[in-house]
């Protein structure tokens, strides 16, 4: 028999230790500002004198990448917490998971659930540093960068369950991250506007989810910072639109993700 | 009454039969031992048991709800302890408990009581506020151990309870299942591929190749050998089995390092009569070493496969096991 208040409990309780693991973990939450500052301030104080076309001139390219950074923290965080399922199912709480009476669906959701919170709090993070670049933030501002910041964490850790769903190892792991994630990241337009880019790289972006994750976050960051005609030539798509395209690859990631995790030996 | 009862239960992974036909019962409050090396089928019937893995054929019926019908009133009904680690290593042994009382739907009061019952039970009233990243591999087991009881499971699945644990905390675990039987009236069914421990349980299935070859009692098992065992090494062993034949002997055998091992009614009266036969004839032998000793389960698993316990080879998931190991102890 399958209770909804059962599989809504389980679904809590998967959530609720993603949570509380996160909160205790306070070396991890310091060690994962280490490689979003590092290219905030590195690469942005390094390719800032090469970029001085950018938005006519107008633009300070550390502002410019600052809605990157957000999405790199939101992006690396909601894949790895997904992936660990890999780790977490052979030798870890999550075995135990596996074997109570919540179904592998709710599993699944509390886990895209946890996943995501954690990811959503490291971009919450992120932005302390905006002050700091001279990006003024407004409360609606806040609360509209929290909520894309949340979505493009379901959709990560959607895909991010899509892919560990039926690995039984870590060996892939590496080539995850090296085909998957780097790829996924840079030709996000995190870095550099994708005006005017090759048309290989124009179209392979149309097709990386994380392009419609940045592409609002940069829209709605810089806001009150730039003139809107410049902002309007470094963003592609209006924020309503970035949120349909993010919607529709969260649910292609997730209802296949859920499938193929919920599938029996 | 049988608590769990199988049929013909068989599991393939491609063309590999990982457990072919098996066939048995495990009776209420017993202790049931799957005794067999690795890559037996052991993990594989527990998993079938347990409703992690489905049967290619055959049926399997746990509290007299099928596997294959019911997995979730299956779960609810069993507890498991596995072969690897599954404890949030972050979270204390509280915690541990509390997010496991959660996921049974064990309400608040009675986890409150139970969880204060079992700590009690497996002496770790102390520690359950620290985290279990500072347990050893013993107090983690015991954690493990009260943690599947929580819920009050008729049936505790162990799968090699004590592996990887050295000798001393492997007997306190067993003094802990022995005082749960006791106390609870609980039904145990466990693989291992530990003979000393196989000794412990009521009765034993002995398991090769995915296939049941004996189920007894240890002793009615061990009774299979007949007798007693002798091992000998003399100056010539292969004249000394030619020499045997005079004697009456239940079998006689070549050990793997050359020595003769012989399975006889009364040792005790047969070795005097060899030494006698080995100094007789032309051609005297010189007798090296004399052992004389009661059969084991492992004498017993020679008899029945014709080879002591193997090791398999590492596979990915015992190279990921030995990582884990040297990384996390």
Redesign the interface.
């Known amino acids: 028999m399958i209770s909804i208040r059962r599989e809504l409990k389980g679904a809590f309780t998967i959530w609720y230790r993603d949570v509380l693991r996160f909160s205790r973990d306070r070396s991890r939450i310091l060690a994962s500002f280490g490689q979003p500052l590092l290219f905030l301030f590195v690469f942005g104080a390094g390719l800032a004198p090469a970029m001085t076309g950018l938005g006519a001139g107008q633009v300070d390219f550390k502002q410019f990448i600052f809605p990157g950074i957000l999405g790199m923290a939101v992006l690396f965080t909601s894949i790895f917490s997904s992936v660990s399922i890999v780790w977490d199912r052979e030798f870890g709480f999550l075995k135990e998971v596996m074997v109570a009476p919540v179904s592998r669906t709710s599993v699944a959701l509390g886990k895209v659930a946890g996943g995501s919170t954690v990811a959503m709090f490291q971009g919450i993070l992120m932005l302390i540093f905006a002050p700091i670049l001279g990006i003024k933030l407004t409360v609606g501002q806040l609360t509209a960068l929290i909520g894309l910041m949340l979505l493009l964490a379901a959709v990560m850790t959607s895909l991010g369950i899509l892919i560990a769903a039926r690995q039984r190892t870590m060996e892939g792991f590496h080539m995850i991250m090296n085909f998957i994630l780097l790829p996924l990241f840079f030709l996000s337009g995190a870095f550099f506007p994708l005006r005017g880019v090759p048309l290989w790289m124009e179209w392979v972006s149309k097709i990386d989810p994380v392009t419609y994750g940045i592409d609002p976050l940069r829209s709605v960051a810089l806001r009150e910072s730039l003139p809107a005609a410049i902002l309007q030539d470094l963003t592609l798509h209006s924020v309503e639109t970035n949120i349909v395209v993010m919607l529709a690859f969260g649910v292609a990631f997730l209802v296949p993700a859920i499938w193929l995790f919920s599938k029996q030996d | 009454m049988n608590v769990i009862h199988v049929e013909s239960l068989t599991r393939k992974f491609g063309d590999f039969v990982a457990v072919q036909e098996v066939t048995f019962d495990v009776y209420e409050n017993e202790v049931f031992g799957f005794l067999g090396p690795n890559g037996a089928g052991k993990t594989t019937t527990i998993n079938m048991l ?5 049967p290619s054929g055959g049926r399997a019926e746990v509290n007299g709800i099928d596997v294959a019908v ?1 997995p ?2 299956v ?2 009904s069993i507890g ?1 302890i ?1 072969q ?5 290593e ?2 204390t042994g509280r ?2 408990l509390r ?2 009382a ?4 064990v309400s608040t009061d009675d986890f409150r009581r139970r969880s204060e019952e079992l700590l009690d039970m497996v002496e770790l009233t102390d520690k359950a506020d620290d985290l279990v990243r500072t347990y050893s591999g013993g107090m983690k087991r015991r954690l493990e151990i009260s ?1 599947g009881l929580l819920h009050r499971p008729k049936v505790l699945f162990l799968d090699e309870p004590t592996l990887g644990l050295d000798p001393q905390t492997r007997r306190h675990i067993w003094e802990y299942l022995f005082r749960l039987r006791d106390r609870r009236g609980i039904t145990m069914f466990m693989t291992t591929h530990y003979m000393d421990e196989a000794e412990n349980c009521d009765r034993i299935a002995i398991i090769d190749h995915g296939q049941i070859v004996a189920l007894d009692t240890p002793e009615a098992l061990k009774g299979l050998v007949g007798g007693d065992i002798v091992t000998v090494r003399t100056s010539n062993n292969e004249a000394a089995i030619t020499k045997l034949t005079q004697l009456e002997t239940i079998e006689t055998r070549r050990g793997p390092e050359g020595q003769v091992i012989i399975e006889t009614a009364k040792g005790d009266q047969f070795i005097p009569r060899m030494i006698n036969i080995f100094a007789d004839g032309g051609d005297p032998l010189e007798v090296h070493s004399v052992n004389l000793r009661r059969p084991t389960l492992e004498d017993v698993f020679i008899k029945l496969t014709g080879r002591a316990i193997r090791e398999e080879e590492a596979s ?2 015992d190279q ?2 030995l990582r ?1 190991r040297m990384f996390h102890r």
């Open positions: 347990c409703t992690l893995l489905r019911d979730h009133a779960r609810q498991l596995f690897d680690p599954s404890l949030d972050q979270l915690e541990n997010f496991h959660m996921l049974y739907d943690r990915g998931k990921m096991r884990r």
